[in-house]
């Protein structure tokens, strides 16, 4: 029942060439930088990750995107990364972009056991009815767009179908965990967190504190430990400040 593994190496070193990883973490709160860093040194390539976005430039998921790692990412918001736009406008990079609340709850969905689900998020656009680009042929033409999705009237109302998420990893972050897996976040960190956690075939989580079994009071636990699989201790991790203000 013990889960913890000595290094973050140790923690990735089954993730290969063209795995799909679900990466909790919004902007630069709450990502599992340390797990991150561990894949970038093994070498991986072709990855495929679903995060709300995709670090910034050369930090977080940055890292992998920057050496070119990344053959598609799944996410809601880009901005805050120069090198995420050159790729995907060059056609190295297949994005498909996500409202964020649906993003949220595909995870969700897929970590539930539930295989799709009807949103209002998206209908009449082309979120609906296809087209969105996905990949660019790198001369300004579309190479690969979005499919239409299936749209159904309920009660007057129409939705639109969205399929659930499942990934073959998921990496995450947490303050406290415990041997058996159980997560704590701390704050915001939560955001994707335990929806990334649930996802995932295989979880690992690097945890800043390291407790024994029966240290976590069990109404506090965000993540219970039969949704992770490996956990690794990471204390003093760098945590970034995505834009600092100060007062004139």
């Given at each position: 029942?013990d889960?913890?593994v000595?290094t973050?190496s140790?923690?990735?070193?089954?993730?290969n060439?063209g795995?799909?990883?679900?990466v909790?973490?919004?902007?630069?709160?709450g990502?599992p930088s340390?797990l991150?860093?561990a894949l970038?040194?093994?070498g991986?390539?072709r990855?495929e990750?679903v995060s709300?976005?995709c670090g910034?430039?050369?930090?977080?998921?940055?890292?992998l995107?920057f050496?070119?790692?990344i053959?598609r990412?799944?996410?809601s918001y880009?901005g805050e990364?120069?090198?995420?736009?050159?790729q995907?406008?060059?056609?190295?990079?297949?994005?498909?972009?996500?409202p964020?609340?649906?993003l949220?709850?595909?995870?969700?969905a897929g970590?539930?056991?539930i295989p799709?689900?009807?949103?209002p998020?998206g209908?009449?656009t082309d979120?609906?009815?296809?087209?969105?680009p996905?990949?660019?042929?790198g001369?300004?033409?579309i190479?690969?767009?979005?499919?239409?999705k299936e749209a159904?009237e309920?009660?007057?109302t129409?939705y639109?179908?969205?399929r659930?998420i499942?990934?073959?990893?998921?990496?995450?972050?947490a303050?406290?965990?415990?041997?058996?897996g159980?997560?704590?976040?701390e704050l915001?960190?939560q955001n994707f967190?335990?929806?990334?956690?649930?996802?995932?075939?295989v979880t690992?989580a690097e945890?800043?504190?390291l407790?024994e079994?029966?240290e976590?009071?069990?109404?506090?636990?965000h993540?219970?430990?039969i949704f992770?699989?490996r956990v690794?201790?990471?204390p003093n991790v760098?945590k970034r400040?995505?834009?600092?203000?100060?007062?004139?």
């Amino acid at each position: 029942m013990d889960k913890v593994v000595a290094t973050s190496s140790q923690a990735v070193a089954d993730v290969n060439d063209g795995a799909s990883l679900a990466v909790g973490g919004f902007g630069l709160c709450g990502v599992p930088s340390s797990l991150i860093a561990a894949l970038f040194d093994r070498g991986v390539t072709r990855l495929e990750t679903v995060s709300n976005n995709c670090g910034v430039d050369e930090w977080g998921l940055g890292v992998l995107l920057f050496a070119k790692r990344i053959a598609r990412t799944t996410g809601s918001y880009v901005g805050e990364n120069k090198e995420f736009e050159r790729q995907f406008l060059a056609g190295e990079l297949e994005v498909e972009l996500v409202p964020q609340g649906t993003l949220a709850e595909r995870l969700r969905a897929g970590g539930a056991g539930i295989p799709a689900f009807y949103t209002p998020a998206g209908v009449g656009t082309d979120v609906e009815t296809g087209g969105l680009p996905w990949r660019y042929d790198g001369a300004g033409g579309i190479a690969v767009a979005s499919p239409p999705k299936e749209a159904r009237e309920f009660d007057g109302t129409v939705y639109v179908l969205e399929r659930a998420i499942r990934t073959d990893f998921a990496l995450v972050h947490a303050r406290y965990g415990d041997r058996l897996g159980n997560l704590v976040y701390e704050l915001s960190a939560q955001n994707f967190n335990p929806l990334c956690a649930a996802a995932g075939r295989v979880t690992i989580a690097e945890v800043e504190e390291l407790v024994e079994p029966g240290e976590l009071n069990p109404m506090h636990v965000h993540t219970p430990g039969i949704f992770v699989q490996r956990v690794v201790h990471t204390p003093n991790v760098e945590k970034r400040i995505e834009r600092r203000t100060v007062r004139p």
